[in-house]
């Protein structure tokens, strides 16, 4: 028991003085700098800043740090084109089965499975699609079908870069209080600051390589979100 | 919704996965239908006595006769060189005429006729010479360069001939712009065919011309397997290491070479050619029937049905079969094999043992295989489908191995078993189509040629006709193989349109 109440208070990430950057050839670039940041179970973060900001370094690095299992989303949808939604959304759990299972799964789906994954499609409003494989499907689709997959993972943790940046507006608010109600921790990148403020309890801005702002939602104004970009 | 989408939404399904899965469920249809009439038995007393036993030649291979290999070694660079030269040049003037029907059709003919073929041909005409060699290397692969050159020629950016206007079709246009911007494929090519003409060159050695695979064979039938090994190691560090000597640049002082050290030699002369034209490859029947016009028909029918049931049938249907499982062993074998090239299955280390094994298995002629397999095994279908799917399924795993390093996975992919069924066979499946499509018309020659070693296919009867003489037999014969293969051509691109399918790899 104790293990468990240990993690419900430890941080699901701490970094400190962190370096981060990316290595092409034999030139090491660093994207972010003398990074300090710890995330608590619970917070619903928005990430925001210019595009070339850091966000996507930021968020891999988070993701790979991170104590608790991750449902994660990146930018680019990264489905496999030509399977179908459903099993686009299985892989969400490849790794919770063995190979064996997940092979048989591949040819004839269980009922279980096929229930637990249709129940996620119609909450996202994407049940007509899970026949129909990846590459036939609108960017909003194969947004939502990202999505999706996410949500199948069932962690406690949600990651997500842009992952609602291809849906119009209305759309783009219901799908975030859904990803707020299935996930107890929230992280995500955001290119819009009302739908930012909106949901998230916590506002990290960066800008030119360092974070220019880390502050509660509440005590933030539309001016200081301005001045990142 | 228009027109255009409207088809498009007819053609293709909904679902590409579903697609690729009743394709593949079309193959293993052809292939339950074709096991229970395909000769699967191993008839060698100890198969593993003989194994062992070619393994411990290639453990102590024997340099002792190098003054043999190193003839043997030179004549195949030699007809390798001009063979592929001579076809490289005609190749070429013919693709620059490649839009005409009459030169593609030329061109499928000579290609669909095998190599070993044409040198049985030309052993009747011009003896065993180094005419004969080059002939046979020359002539189908003119037909294969002036295919390929023909689509380089078509495939070079339009810009240049559209900016000259209304005469963008004519043979000036071509010269000028289509051949200079299509130059350095053709090169790139050529050099790949070079070392297919090596292989063929070695393998034309089992009919009888100085090449290596004349020597192997000896050593194998007497038994000598540390010799053979031996001839076998020069052969893969020839084919291994072409990549370092054989440059475009160098190829004009190969071929010179190759004309001094073996220089055009024929036995035959025109007397013999016309003969064989005018005399020996006419039907039996026409030859010496007597009688009118609706007498002789008759007896040439007679004469047709008899070829039909005795050779023309039995050979077409062996050929068929024994293909078709070949095609579908390789499809098996190349998706096995492929993980062990790519970066998203193995490490470096793992990567450079599959990279040995599939040179190794790829640059060894389906012919040579199937020949040490049939001293493993005996004589039966066995060795010849273990041959045919071992080449071909090394080939398309290197290529699909390459084509998997540049997907790009997510950073939280699966691993492994997982990795490989949901993300890596759905993106690589339909190259994987594409190349097996393209490996289907050389299965099928190549199956024809495995009768020459005994499996009953057309190869089988036609090498038989041979040698009893009966060149109108032969000749027959050699046409149904050259239709088949046209026929498996059609089918093929019909099939790579329908899926949606056109990039042909540099080396196939």
Redesign the interface.
């Known amino acids: 028991m104790a293990s468990i109440t240990d993690t419900q208070f430890q941080p699901i990430v701490s970094l400190e003085n962190e370096q981060l950057g990316y290595v092409s050839g034999k030139k090491a670039h660093s994207v972010l700098s003398d990074l300090n940041l710890s995330i608590a179970p619970g917070e619903k973060i928005a990430l925001v800043g210019k595009s070339g900001s850091g966000k996507s370094t930021l968020l ?1 690095h988070l ?2 740090s991170s104590s608790m299992p ?1 449902a ?1 989303c ?1 930018q ?1 949808p ?1 489905l ?5 939604a459903f ?1 686009n959304i299985y ?1 969400g759990q ?2 919770h089965h063995h ?1 064996l299972q ?2 048989i799964n ?1 040819i004839i789906p269980k009922a279980q499975t096929k229930s637990d994954i249709r129940s996620i499609a119609s909450t996202l409003e994407i049940e007509p699609l899970l ?3 990846v ?2 499907l609108s960017g909003g689709q194969q947004q939502r079908i990202s999505l999706a997959r996410a949500f199948y993972q069932n962690a406690d943790v949600f990651i997500g870069d842009e992952p609602v940046s291809a849906v119009d507006e209305l759309q783009s608010r219901r799908l975030i209080n859904q990803i707020i109600a299935k996930h107890s921790t929230v992280i995500i990148a955001l290119h819009d600051i009302d739908l930012a403020r909106a949901f998230a309890t916590r506002i990290i801005g960066l800008k030119d390589g360092a974070v220019e702002l880390d502050v509660s939602a509440d005590n933030v104004s539309q001016q200081d979100l301005l001045t990142l970009y | 919704m228009t027109d255009a989408t409207l088809t498009s939404s007819i053609n293709t399904s909904t679902n590409s996965a579903v697609t690729y899965r009743r394709v593949s469920l079309l193959f293993l249809i052809t292939l339950f239908i074709c096991l229970p009439f395909a000769n699967l038995s191993i008839n060698t007393l100890d198969p593993w006595d003989e194994l062992s036993r070619i393994g411990a030649g290639f453990l102590a291979p024997s340099f002792s006769n190098y003054q043999t290999l190193t003839e043997a070694l030179l004549n195949t660079l030699a007809f390798a060189f001009q063979g592929v030269a001579l076809g490289g040049v005609c190749g070429l003037i013919l693709s620059l005429f490649y839009q005409k029907t009459v030169i593609r059709q030329f061109s499928a003919f000579i290609r669909a006729i095998h190599e070993i073929f044409w040198a049985l041909i030309f052993i009747q005409i011009t003896g065993l010479s180094s005419a004969t060699g080059i002939l046979a290397i020359a002539i189908p692969y003119t037909g294969i360069f002036a295919k390929i050159f023909g689509e380089l020629l078509n495939e070079v950016d339009h810009r240049p001939i559209d900016a000259i206007g209304s005469q963008s079709n004519t043979l000036n246009s071509t010269l000028f712009i289509r051949l200079p911007l299509a130059w350095q494929h053709i090169k790139t090519y050529t050099c790949y065919r070079l070392e297919c003409g090596i292989r063929s060159s070695a393998v034309l050695g089992f009919i009888g011309l100085p090449t290596l695979g004349f020597h192997m064979e000896t050593y194998y039938k007497q038994g000598q397997y540390e010799e053979a090994a031996a001839i076998l190691y020069v052969f893969f560090i020839l084919i291994g290491t072409a990549r370092f000597w054989l440059k475009p640049l160098l190829l004009p002082i190969y071929v010179l070479a190759s004309i001094w050290f073996l220089p055009w030699q024929s036995y035959g002369d025109w007397s013999l050619f016309t003969r064989f034209i005018t005399e020996d490859i006419v039907p039996g029947p026409l030859k010496y029937a007597q009688g009118d016009l609706l007498s002789q028909s008759a007896i040439f029918a007679d004469w047709f049905t008899q070829r039909w049931n005795n050779e023309i049938l039995p050979g077409v249907l062996n050929t068929l079969i024994l293909s078709q499982i070949s095609l579908i062993a390789t499809g098996f074998i190349a998706l096995l094999l492929f993980p062990w090239v790519s970066s998203l299955f193995f490490n470096k280390a793992g990567r450079f043992t599959g990279h040995s094994v599939l040179v190794v298995m790829r640059s060894t002629p389906e012919y040579l295989l199937a020949f040490i397999g049939l001293l493993i095994f005996g004589p039966s279908m066995l060795p010849g489908i273990l041959a045919l799917a071992l080449h071909n399924g090394a080939i398309v795993a290197h290529l699909i191995g390459l084509y998997s390093q540049v997907l790009v996975l997510r950073d939280d992919a699966s691993t492994g078993i997982n990795r490989y069924f949901f993300e890596v066979l759905p993106r690589i499946y339909r190259q994987f189509l594409a190349f097996l499509l393209y490996r289907w018309e050389v299965i099928m020659r190549e199956t024809a040629i495995l009768g020459i070693l005994g499996i009953p296919t057309l190869g089988f009867y036609i090498d038989s006709a041979f040698e009893e003489i009966r060149f109108d037999r032969a000749l027959l014969l050699i046409l149904v193989a050259a239709l088949l293969n046209i026929v498996v051509d059609q089918i093929a691109t019909w099939s790579r349109t329908r899926l949606h399918i056109h990039q042909r790899p540099g080396s196939l």
């Open positions: 891999k993701r790979q991750v994660w990146p680019e990264s496999v084109p030509m399977l179908s099993y892989m490849l790794n190979w997940n092979l591949l026949n129909s494989s590459d036939q």
